[in-house]
């Protein structure tokens, strides 16, 4: 741990710290993921789709470094290279040999939510553990999160 004059004891920080990198880890999968889809992305609505999954990387980028700025801030060392990704991230594998638009808003959804979810229950970790500024990051990351996952949701939800 790195000091620093942020006033949460070390414990609560080294809590925390662990909290975010796991997050992390599964918002740098996610954008991946959704870079993934969106340079492989074929078929009807192809640019709707290829534009959206642009965004929706682009958000999961801005989320992942909110989150590692946050590590730092209380003396962490934020961990993001594609080895310890891999290792940490709880995500499901995004398939390979997907193509059709459908199926890629399908598996983002899926992803998304389940990202979604650990920050949810980051929130109520954090504040419980006394440091409700990284549970209102959480609490910001959710949302947006909820966001991407209503606008693949629509797609899916609307007849063909």
Known sequence: MHATRIDLSQSVRQKVISLLQARLADSLDLKLSVKQAHWNVKGPGFIQLHELFDDIAGRAEDLADGLAE????????????????????????YPDDLSQGPAHVAALADRIAAVAKGTRAAITACSEAGD??????????????????????????SPA
């Open 70 to 93: 946050r590590i730092t801030s209380l003396g962490g060392t934020a961990l993001g290279r594609v080895q310890q990704v891999a290792q940490q991230t709880t995500l499901a594998a």
């Open 132 to 157: 409700e500024v990284t549970a209102d990051l959480f609490n910001e990351t959710t949302g947006i999160l909820d966001k991407d996952l209503w606008l693949l949701e629509a797609h899916l939800q």
